[in-house]
């Protein structure tokens, strides 16, 4: 195909796409005043929750499915270029330090790699070939979980990185802000939030991003919550590195036990420093090496454990 077909091909690809039109009421934005365009953004920001609403059977099925998977020992892995790739990798980064999770557990996949988390590498997102190679590189199994992001649903980086997760016996989820897109056709699950005209035409790190941030902070936070690595509506893997989470480490612990802060300081130091093992040990009253036995032997969560000591 000539360079000028293929381009115009792609001209009328974007053009059906909702998140690249021309927002209808927004046309003359270089000419409102900084007050007029800061409610217009906030206007079309607050859409964002209600488009995920609707959403929200497809999300609960995509978390369901993920969870039964990582239970079985799968991984959680996100794929994407530029703005979605790096609110991928940005959750996956959380995991660890926030449910005390092995880094390898949720993964974030950027076309371009490491460079383009901090620089644009727009021509990675065409990279086709390159999506394959990362997906494979990662050895995947069919208890892995594979979530494509792209606000267009149509990035050849991430279908191709798809495709190769769907090869491998992996459940995908599609995750697009266009309705009956090529990511959503290509995977398992479609996760279709439809969004309409960005504030800004075509700059999908706006109201695109937002939905991604905020549907991402479900996935994982709930497939964390269904693997018991919360107790009640607290973090109880987190891992305390420095000042302000060990004392969130004791305030923790005395939340959940109604324990003063001695008591809860103790627990800590006898579990050395596991939130979990202290939690146990107050509201069971026993030693270290006994709440940790009964974690061992429910896998970790903690009200299982409760009700069996």
Do not use: W
């Not at 091909?9 to 209808?24: I, K, V, Y």
């Not at 939130?275 to 032997?297: C, E, F, H, N, Y």
């Amino acid at each position: 195909m000539k360079p000028s077909d293929q381009a115009a091909e792609l001209r009328t690809e974007l053009g059906a796409l909702s998140t690249e039109q021309s927002h209808p009421e927004l046309t003359d934005l270089d000419g409102m005043g900084t007050l007029d365009l800061v409610q217009a953004m906030n206007r079309e920001d607050q859409k964002v929750p209600a488009a995920i609403a609707v959403a929200l059977p497809r999300i609960t099925a995509a978390i369901d499915e993920i969870a039964a998977r990582m239970a079985q020992g799968g991984r959680l892995v996100y794929v994407g270029a530029g703005t979605p790739g790096r609110i991928g990798v940005l959750d996956a980064s959380e995991c660890p330090p926030t449910f005390g999770t092995d880094p390898g557990l949720v993964r974030g996949l950027l076309a371009g790699g490491e460079p383009a988390l901090r620089n644009a590498v727009e021509n990675a997102e065409d990279d086709a070939e390159a999506g394959r190679a990362d997906l494979a590189a990662l050895g995947l199994q069919p208890t892995d979980s594979v979530v494509g992001i792209s606000a267009s649903g149509r990035t050849p980086y991430v279908l191709a990185a798809i495709a190769q997760a769907a090869e491998a016996g992996a459940f995908t989820v599609g995750f697009a802000c266009n309705p009956d897109s090529p990511l959503g056709a290509a995977a398992e699950l479609a996760l279709e939030v439809e969004l309409g005209p960005e504030f800004l035409a075509g700059s999908t790190r706006l109201k695109a991003g937002t939905a991604q941030k905020l549907v991402l902070n479900m996935i994982s936070t709930i497939v964390m919550v269904r693997l018991g690595k919360t107790y009640r509506n607290l973090m109880v893997d987190f891992q305390a590195s420095n000042a302000k989470l060990r004392a969130r480490s004791e305030r923790t612990v005395m939340l959940a036990t109604d324990a003063p802060a001695e008591t809860a300081q103790a627990a800590l130091q006898a579990a050395q420093g596991s939130v979990k093992t202290a939690i146990l040990m107050v509201l069971a009253g026993v030693d270290a090496a006994q709440a940790d036995g009964l974690l061992s032997r429910h896998h970790g969560r903690l009200q299982a454990a409760l009700l069996d000591s």
